[in-house]
């Protein structure tokens, strides 16, 4: 894809994030595609093509009365929406759509409309994992966060402060579900979940929403709203169930998937403003922060502890606050690029200045799969 061919022409979340029982996960899909279709100065009419997890695009194609002649429901956890991009912008291109709507909508936290979370013993994980214990997805997370803070020698107390930084940045953004103030030592002092997590080095859990809405770069300069222009897209996927790791201490995926971003969008490390890297639990940005290239192996615990991520940092990351403060519906990604649109926009609630390239990362299942997006208000 060349840079800056396609891009996003609406994007926004449901009007509400945080306990909201009585909202189907459907009407959230439906409720952040109104608000998108609001954003991007679009009817349903217009659009050809829809995207989402499950049955959700075929569900929300019907209820709002939208035909499409392309549709993808590619599922692999919270970096899912990352891809439906990626495949959106290659359907635009290839004539098979010239608009797709992108939804999402998880009642995580109430699950009202949702099926039960359940882990067939029939899987890999119900297999091999869960007769050593191995539960929820805390306890998963744990075998590759032990082994990367044994590593590189990482304490607690640097753990602990991923969850304090991205704190403020949610103390800045009215809408995040957790905002009060949060040092080392309360980190430390909460309750612990599973080791070495502490509740607030876990994410949240909300029911939210949220929807994009993809086009041509020609077709936007015709409608109301800001572009963000795409200007790199990669996915990757490397195993099923964190035992499989070929290593423990690196996510082969997040190398992959953003190797080929930076290659489709023709910039380096230097020409990024602005940083997501999806975050359900404390340790996933220090891995993101090396496998990406934005430090070297080893440095990512020093290089948030030294505020460089945090406001006023030269490189800020999670600015929503992420998944550890702001939302985590369950599968967090819709979100990461939320605020990165966002940001480029110049929008944000804790706006960061000048950001003209965002890059968000995201991750499905644990460390295996990801997908990647670099974003920008120029078109390159």
């Known amino acids: 894809m060349k840079p800056g061919t396609v891009a996003i022409v609406g994007a926004a979340e449901t009007d509400d994030i945080g306990v ?9 899909n439906i409720e952040a595609a109104c608000n998108a279709f609001v954003d991007a100065g679009l009817t349903p009419a217009d659009i050809d093509g829809v995207a989402g997890t499950g049955h959700w695009p075929t569900e929300v194609a019907h209820q709002m009365g939208i035909h499409p002649r392309w549709i993808d429901n590619t ?3 919270g970096c899912s929406y990352f ?3 990626r495949h959106a912008a290659a359907a635009i291109l290839a004539g098979m759509a010239t608009a797709v709507l992108i939804t999402h909508g998880e009642s995580g936290r109430s699950r009202t409309g949702e099926p039960p979370l359940e882990f067939p013993a029939t899987g890999p994980r119900g297999q091999f994992e869960a007769p050593y214990g191995i539960a929820g997805f805390a306890t998963q997370f744990t075998v590759p966060a032990l082994r990367f803070m044994k590593e590189f020698g990482v304490s607690q107390e640097q753990l602990a402060t991923v969850a ?3 704190r403020l940045w949610a103390q800045q953004n009215p809408r995040a579900f957790r905002r009060e103030p949060l040092t080392v030592d ?15 080095e876990c994410c949240v859990v909300t029911d939210a929403g949220g929807a994009l809405v993809v086009t041509s770069a020609e077709r936007a300069r015709d409608l109301p709203g800001q572009p963000v222009y795409i200007l790199g897209t990669g996915e990757a996927s490397a195993h099923t169930v964190v035992s499989q790791m070929a290593d423990f201490t690196t996510a082969r995926v997040f190398r992959d998937s953003s190797a080929a ?3 489709e969008a023709q910039v380096t490390h230097a020409d990024i403003d602005h940083l997501m890297i999806y975050d359900a639990f404390a340790h996933v940005p220090l891995y993101g922060l090396q496998d990406l290239g934005f430090v070297s192996r080893g440095d990512a615990a020093r290089f948030v502890e030294e505020g460089h991520t945090a406001p006023g940092g030269k490189l ?3 600015t929503n606050g992420g998944g550890l403060s702001y939302t985590h519906t369950g ?7 939320q605020e990165s649109v966002r940001q480029v926009r110049g929008v944000a609630a804790a706006q960061v200045p000048g950001v003209q390239v965002s890059f968000v990362q995201g991750v499905g299942g644990m460390f295996s799969n990801a997908g990647t997006l670099i974003l920008s208000n120029r078109q390159h």
């Open 75 to 77: 599922v692999v956890g």
């Open 331 to 337: 599968m967090y990604g819709m979100f990461a690029i």
């Open 164 to 166: 304090v930084t991205q």
């Open 83 to 85: 891809l439906h991009v």
């Open 316 to 318: 800020p990351m999670n």
């Open 186 to 200: 309360d980190v430390l002092a909460s309750r612990m979940i599973c080791y070495p997590f502490h509740q607030p």
């Open 261 to 263: 971003a930076f290659a």
């Open 20 to 28: 909201l029982p009585d909202k189907s996960s459907l009407r959230l």
